[in-house]
């Protein structure tokens, strides 16, 4: 189950030439959202909006297509768009949430409508959660950092970087540029290495880019309100769908990707808790003598 459940697995994108232009892949996560809110399935969305400093994003209550889309593309950097779900629906009166989450974030809101304290009205509002996938994520100033530092390009001529392939990649008007995945390591967050989720395994359905082809993306759907949103996409022609690849870069990848992060996260973790330190997961390969086993 190093996945998580789910009903299919497909590779899938939008089929809007405009969100295919300004999406980090497939454009699965704006277009499904355009979707929902086209279809009164949610009426609103928070998500990872622009800010006045470059790539840095600020969490925002998205009410049209328009603001949805403004916040297209990965930044890899925190945006805690969870703490925005309680002002959409106190200051602008949403009654159906849509939202976008890493991991963490999906973690932080399931645990969230399971122990509703001090938040019970919103509990029951979460009407659509599209979970991305999320190996490592960076503070804001060591992405600054190490992009003008290792890759020596000016930050603000950035417009869009990509993880894939071992590297960091970082694309401006004229030039693409790598660097190894091994050079960022020790700029990710710390708490980042105590994480045991890498796709999103609790959202309503999860998507990313790895198993699929460039200007595709890889999706879970996994709870029936998902199946249910996903279906109805797919018949409106919003989104194409096709079966995953099977061979090398499609579930093999995910599975071989997911299970690292898994038991090196595991690791950490009783490494943690032989020093005494708090960890924020129960689970201990000691016990079960199976790193996954309670993962
Ligand atoms: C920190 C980070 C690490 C990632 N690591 C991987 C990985 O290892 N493997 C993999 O396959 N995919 C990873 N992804 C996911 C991938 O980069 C795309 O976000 C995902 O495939 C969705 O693409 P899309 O074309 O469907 O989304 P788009 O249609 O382009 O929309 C992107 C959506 O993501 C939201 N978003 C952007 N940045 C953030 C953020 N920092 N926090 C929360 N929401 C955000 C926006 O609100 C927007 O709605 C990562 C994403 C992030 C944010
Ligand atoms: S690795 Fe885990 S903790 Fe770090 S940002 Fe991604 S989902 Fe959150």
């Known amino acids: 189950m190093v996945l998580g459940t789910y009903k299919q697995v497909v590779t899938a994108r939008s089929t809007d030439k405009q969100i295919q232009k300004i999406a980090q892949d497939g454009g699965i996560a704006s277009a499904l959202l355009c979707f929902a809110l086209d279809e009164k399935i949610i009426d609103g969305a928070v998500v990872a909006g622009p800010s006045e400093v ?31 779900l309680k002002q959409a629906v106190r200051q602008y009166g949403l009654e159906k949430v849509g939202t976008v989450a890493i991991p963490c974030q999906t973690m932080g809101i399931r645990k969230m409508q399971s122990y509703p304290f001090g938040v019970r009205f919103l509990a029951d ?21 190490f992009i003008s530092e290792k890759a020596g390009v000016d930050f603000d001529l950035v417009e ?60 879970f759907v996994r709870t029936d309100g998902g199946d249910t949103i996903f279906k109805q996409a797919l018949e409106a022609g919003a989104i194409e ?23 090196k996260a595991m690791k ?28």
């Not at 925002?60 to 930044?75: F, M, N, P, R």
């Not at 959202?203 to 890889?218: E, H, K, M, R």
Request: hydrophobic share 35%; charged share 25%; proline share 6%.
């Open 54 to 84: 470059m790539w840095k994003p600020e969490p925002t209550v998205a009410l049209t297509s328009d603001e949805i889309l403004a916040a297209a593309g990965t930044k890899y950097t925190f945006s805690p768009n969870v703490w925005m």
């Open 241 to 263: 769908a096709k079966a995953i690849n099977e061979g090398k870069f499609g579930l093999e990848m995910l599975t071989k990707l997911s299970t690292q992060k898994k038991e």
């Open 125 to 145: 509002k979460i009407a659509l959660l599209v979970g991305i996938f999320c190996m490592e994520n960076f503070p804001y100033e060591s992405l600054r950092t």
């Open 160 to 219: 869009k970087m990509d993880i894939g392939k071992g590297k960091f990649w970082i694309h401006t008007q004229d030039q693409v540029l790598t660097i190894p995945l091994k050079e960022t390591h020790g700029y990710e967050q710390n708490g980042c290495k105590v994480c045991l989720d890498y796709v999103s395994e609790l959202s309503d359905i999860a998507t990313g880019s790895v198993g699929s082809p460039d200007g595709w993306s890889s999706v």
């Open 268 to 295: 950490v973790i009783d490494e943690r808790k032989a020093m005494g330190l708090p960890v924020p997961f129960k689970a201990s390969s000691e016990k079960e003598g199976d790193p996954l086993a309670n993962v």
